[in-house]
């Protein structure tokens, strides 16, 4: 089983786009990039200047910046494996968002942080962050784990 968390603070500027992105792209433990990352529609090496372009394209540089998301694991599952679901759940967003994800293994507990813009590349629409969206992302999750899960014990 996993748990998603949406983490609600206000990231309401550009030098919290960079630290966000800094901050899922750095094992703590080590103070080094993570092992397993990934992302869409951005150039990892220059992801937060990549959206801070979309923003400024569409002039939306106010209000909220980026939108930020947890995905623990309460199963032993291998850093491989939660890179391999990282893609897939990114890929929810990756239609009209940028987004960037990594993979923590600096605690007790595996998990993945990621990151979006919340304006659309697309058509320059912000993000509304409703609670029907995070039913529709915490059950898009728990299908995508339990699907991968069971791929792989099937396989072995």
């Known amino acids: 089983m996993c748990i998603v968390k949406m983490v ?3 990231y309401k500027n550009e ?4 630290n966000l ?3 899922a792209l750095t094992d703590k433990r080590y103070n080094r990039p993570v092992r397993y990352y990934g992302g869409y529609n951005v150039d990892i090496s220059r992801a937060a200047e990549q959206i801070m372009l979309v923003k400024q394209h569409f002039q939306k540089m106010d209000g909220r910046e980026m939108r930020h998301f947890i ?3 309460d199963e032993d599952i291998t850093p491989y494996d939660a890179y391999i679901m990282g893609w897939q759940i990114a890929a929810y967003y990756a239609h009209r968002y940028q987004i960037v994800f990594g993979v923590h293994e600096d605690t007790e507990n595996l998990h993945i942080h990621f990151v979006f813009n919340t304006v659309s590349f697309v058509d320059g629409l912000k993000y509304s962050g409703s609670y029907s969206d995070m039913y ?3 059950a ?3 299908k995508t784990y339990n699907e991968y899960t069971g791929s792989v014990q099937h396989r072995m």
């Open 21 to 23: 992105i800094n901050y």
């Open 15 to 18: 030098s919290s786009v960079f």
């Open 140 to 142: 898009y999750v728990n």
């Open 8 to 10: 609600n603070d206000p």
């Open 136 to 138: 529709k992302l915490n």
């Open 71 to 73: 995905v623990s694991f």
